[in-house]
């Protein structure tokens, strides 16, 4: 019932910069918290950040510092700030959602590539 829907992946050279979007629509009512994960090949999926709608940010320590998450509540969108890109952040993102009062369900987006590389 929510989709999402993310942007912004591209190739970089390792000190760069990119920003994720990730747009949410459909029962976008009582969602909870919206975050991005990621995925490099061969290892599992990994919390990068998560906003809660109250505000409050979680970051992976191996971003703390040159990500930053930021939030959209009348557009329905999350964004990413990618700073100092590093080879290791070479991954598929991956834009989550949590929604429900009682039962709460996650929701994926389809991903976007973000690949560092010289």
């Known amino acids: 019932q929510v989709q999402l829907v993310e942007s912004g992946g591209d190739l970089v050279q390792p000190g760069g910069s990119l920003r994720l979007s990730c747009a949410a629509s459909?029962?976008?009512?009582?969602?909870?918290?919206m975050g991005w994960y990621r995925q490099a090949p061969g290892k599992q999926r990994e919390l990068v950040a998560t906003?809660?709608?109250?505000?409050?940010?979680k970051y992976a320590d191996s971003v703390k510092g040159r990500f930053t998450i930021s939030r959209d509540n009348a557009k329905n969108t999350v964004y990413l700030q990618m700073n100092s890109l590093q080879p290791e952040d070479t991954a598929v993102y991956y834009c989550n959602a949590v929604r429900g009062r009682y039962i709460i369900t996650n929701y994926w987006g389809q991903g976007t590539q973000v690949t560092v590389s010289s």
């Open positions: 906003i809660t709608s109250g505000g409050a940010i």
């Open positions: 459909g029962s976008i009512f009582s969602i909870n918290a």
